[in-house]
């Protein structure tokens, strides 16, 4: 069994499946094509296996800081009267293959301890070896020095929209940031099957677009549904659309069920 790599080879395993070349698959090319896009795009929108947890690493630049320190504006005038609307540019651009922004690490000086610093006395002090202390009271000390952190400094609210390619970072970049410093970004990013032909082997994505091009080939076929063809045959569209419907919202939820990541946030 040839097993598939490329989207041409999965494209013949799945019109094998539906029969062919014993019978017409009466579907064409490029609705086989959108099929297999569409389906491609479902599997890495919703089966864990189609997306990956990562970090990404921006470094901030002058212009960067200008620009988000600059605002837009607009002028509207209707009935009369006229209104300007200003807006922020306090968005970077991330790439197109990320899905959904999970975290931005925490904007704050606290990795840059200084003998005053109160972990530091706590290290120095308490920790210089584990005998002098509990590890229990090193930790307790730490979650409420972090909760105080979060209370008195808080963190940085975050925005992210996946059609515009837009993650917004509302914060004061006149002084939170400086050119030159990095971001930290936990991601989920989409494979690309074309560096990742595994995924066009994946049982679920196969079986899914065997019943998308199947739900394709009823639609086409409806048109004709009751005309008689030689041998006495006669098509029968609506059956078959009616069964790959059924096929493709079962594994639709067998994908959302057991494979689909948990919900992540996207706007911090």
């Keep these: 069994m040839a097993i598939p790599n490329t989207k041409a080879t999965l494209k013949e395993y799945c019109l094998r499946s539906l029969g062919k070349p014993v019978i017409d698959i009466n579907v064409d090319d490029e609705q086989v094509d959108d099929r297999i896009d569409e389906a491609v795009q479902y599997f890495c929108q919703y089966h864990s296996d189609g997306v990956e947890r990562m970090y990404l690493k921006y470094q901030v630049t002058a212009a960067d800081v200008t620009r988000m320190t600059t605002d837009s504006s607009e002028t509207i005038t209707e009935n009369g009267v006229t209104t300007t609307w200003k807006q922020g540019s306090n968005f970077l651009i991330v ?12 904007l704050s000086d606290r990795a840059n301890l200084n003998i005053f610093d109160v972990k530091y006395q706590l290290r120095l002090n308490d920790l210089y070896d584990f005998s002098s202390t509990s590890i229990v009271h090193y930790e307790m000390t730490m979650k409420h020095l972090d909760f105080l952190d979060h209370i008195l400094v808080g963190e940085k609210p975050m925005r992210f929209n996946h059609l515009s390619n837009k993650l917004f970072l509302d914060m004061d970049w006149k002084t939170d940031i400086t050119a030159g410093e990095f971001l930290i970004f936990e991601v989920f990013r989409r494979l690309d099957p074309t560096q990742n032909v595994d995924m066009f082997d ?5 079986r899914y677009t065997t019943a998308l091009i199947k739900r394709q ?12 063809m030689l041998g006495g045959v006669t098509l029968n569209g609506p059956e078959l659309f009616s069964t790959a419907i059924a096929e493709q919202q079962k594994l639709e939820e067998e994908i959302r069920l057991n494979y689909e990541e948990p919900a992540h946030m996207q706007q911090g």
């Design 202 to 206: 994946d049982l679920y994505l196969k």
């Design 95 to 106: 790439p197109e293959t990320v899905i959904s922004v999970v975290n931005v690490f925490p």
């Design 217 to 228: 080939w009823g639609q086409n076929l409806s048109k004709f549904n009751g005309t008689a």
